[in-house]
């Protein structure tokens, strides 16, 4: 198999280890965990913004580490360790030790998205450099996909199982993860071994950490208030919004993979303005157009919202040239994660005092198409940079 191929698989277990089950599979977990009183709606609430701020901790470090650490060896000691926090979630032991332990996974995150998204790129052909990143993306799908289909059965028979599922899937991506970053190469390495110098951060590079930002307050509206929408407002069954949630994860594997694709045929830049156009509209148009199939249609399309993370990955790749991404992947997940805490207070404090939706989802969809509008911005062929010395 293709050296790119196996990065690419590799990133994909390694998202969905972290961000799939690292993040997602806890959402359907918090009604139980209120219900069987091993958490308060208080407790819960921390244990989510536990989560995104470790992630932010993980972004900060990962740059560091890297520099000290031989970065496919990093990855792997970064499953191994997700994998040992979701083991540990078994234990009954309160919201400290579950507090603990979701906290350390938002650390480790970062660093396997930084990382292995950054190998993605970095040795892809640049004919296939977005469908190699929405390969990885994909783990983000399969992660949404695997606690709005299957989780739920699980926990039917108690939160522990919930865990122990999680945990199972984790151990198998874990074993393909090994095999995939065996005997990886340095991402600071050139293909004849010598060390490859830094670049400057460009002005692409400047827009890109904006535009990740703008993106991760335009999630924040369909993550939090989507299926509360669709059951409380528009009076829909709870079985009905999960068909919508399952579909958001069938979005997240077809949709990113359809983007990546497009992205290869049609170029980078025009493909990002498409998808956050898309995006935009997905948030938006359900509230002006009084039709189910609306509805389904901005579930499918925000599910494929891994596959614009995948895009700018690619775009980021093509703005440092022959470099290694870190640096500037490192600006841009800080720019998710901090963009996700500012932006997720603001939204949820808003539709408290307003218990508008419209309001919520038009700020969203701005955001979105303010990250179209800078994108059709970027340079058509990216500069050649300066080495830093």
Known sequence: MKPWLKYSIGAQVGLLIGMGLGRFSYTPMVPVLIEVGYLSESEAG?????????????????????????EAWLIKFSLFAAIICLIASIF????????????????????????????????????????????????????????????????????????????????????????AWHDAPSLNKSKNGSPIKSTKLSLDGKKLIIVQGLFSIGLIPHSIYWIDFIVRDLKFSIEQGAVQWMLVGVGGIVGTILWGRLADFIGLNISLFLVFAALASSAI??????????IILSSFIFGS?????????????????????????????????????????????????????????LIGGTSMGLAALICATLSKQPPKLEPRH
């Open 285 to 294: 148009t359900p509230f002006y157009f009084d039709d189910f199939s609306m």
């Open 92 to 179: 009954p032991f309160g919201f400290l030790w579950l507090a603990l332990w979701r906290l350390a996974i938002g650390v480790i995150v970062a660093i396997i998205m930084i990382l292995s998204i950054a190998y993605a790129t970095r040795f892809a052909p640049k004919h296939r450099i977005a469908l190699a990143t929405s390969m990885g993306f994909m783990g983000v799908g399969l992660g949404i996909f695997f606690s709005s289909a299957v989780l739920p059965t699980f926990l039917a028979y108690g939160i522990i199982w919930g865990w122990i599922s999680s945990a199972i899937i984790g151990i198998f991506a874990f074993c393909v993860g090994c095999w």
């Open 305 to 361: 919202q891994p596959g614009s993370a995948a895009i700018v990955a690619a775009r980021a790749q093509q703005a440092v040239g022959e470099s290694s991404m870190v640096s500037l992947w490192h600006y841009m997940v800080l720019s998710v994660g901090i963009a996700q805490i500012v932006g997720g207070v603001f939204l949820v404090e808003l539709f408290n005092r307003t218990n508008s939706y419209t309001f919520v989802f």
């Open 46 to 70: 921390y244990v989510g913004a536990l989560n995104l701020g470790g992630y932010v901790i993980g972004a900060i470090f990962s740059p560091w580490l890297s520099r000290r650490f031989h």
